[in-house]
């Protein structure tokens, strides 16, 4: 006899598919609970046994990654280690080398060869020190020289200027002396005032030169300063 009966169920309990309007229950089975806890505990057996073999798995494509990454360095480090035996077999051993190599207290070499290289900088340093300090002393001194002679070319300029006016002046006076003398007399200062004029030409012509021989010693040492060696 087919009897249709009213369960009340929890929410989560019912696993049959909801229709559009009404939920149809003809071909629905009532199964016991301890059925589904059991299906369920073999579901999670089955669950962690698979993680567990992932796991296996990683941890096994891990160390082939690992063991190849290994194989890999240990190829490079033999590379390595032959350019460095072909470095070894082709370097040439010098007599200083010869020396590192056999010499028993090496240590206490290098130690008085960095000491002997500090005492030449030092020395080397004090040198330069000396060297910078004569030459300023030198450029001192050239300086003082081209002070003077820039002075001496100034008072030079001064009496040059003097000796000008004083020549103009002389001029005007035998200008007026010659037109009061006779034609002989006149010939005859005209003579020596013509005399005059060389001799003060070529005092002047000679001041002159003198002057631009100051003027372009002292250019040549302002623009290649000569370098006296103290004895």
Not at 90 to 103: D, G
Not at 129 to 134: A, F, G, I, L, M
Not at 144 to 168: F, M, N, P, Q
Not at 206 to 213: D, F, I, K, Y
Request: charge should be neutral.
């Amino acid at each position: 006899m087919n009897l249709e009966i009213q369960l009340l169920l929890k929410q989560g309990q019912v696993e049959v598919d909801p229709g559009v309007f009404s939920t149809k229950f003809e071909n629905a089975l009532l199964i016991h609970r301890s059925v589904i806890e059991d299906l369920n505990s073999q579901i999670v057996t089955l669950g962690e046994a698979k993680v567990a073999a992932m796991v296996d798995c990683k941890d096994y494509y891990k160390n082939i990654h690992l063991l190849e990454w290994e194989h890999e360095k240990m190829m490079m480090e033999g590379e390595d280690l032959n350019t460095k035996t072909r470095d070894i077999q082709t370097l040439r051993v010098t007599k200083e080398l010869q020396v590192f190599l056999f010499a028993e207290n090496n240590q206490q070499r290098m130690q008085k060869e960095i000491q002997t290289l500090e005492k030449t900088i030092k020395l080397n340093e004090n040198m330069h020190k000396r060297k910078v300090s004569d030459k300023k002393r030198i450029l001192d001194r050239l300086n003082g020289l081209i002070r003077d002679k820039e002075y001496e070319c100034t008072v030079l300029d001064s009496e040059l200027k003097e000796l000008a006016v004083s020549l103009v002046e002389r001029q005007q006076i035998q200008e007026a002396c010659v037109a009061d003398m006779t034609p002989a007399a006149t010939q005859r200062m005209k003579d020596i005032v013509a005399r005059r004029k060389l001799v003060d030409l070529a005092k002047s012509q000679s001041q002159e030169v003198a002057v631009l021989r100051a003027e372009v010693e002292r250019l040549r040492m302002k623009t290649f300063p000569a370098l006296v060696q103290n004895n």
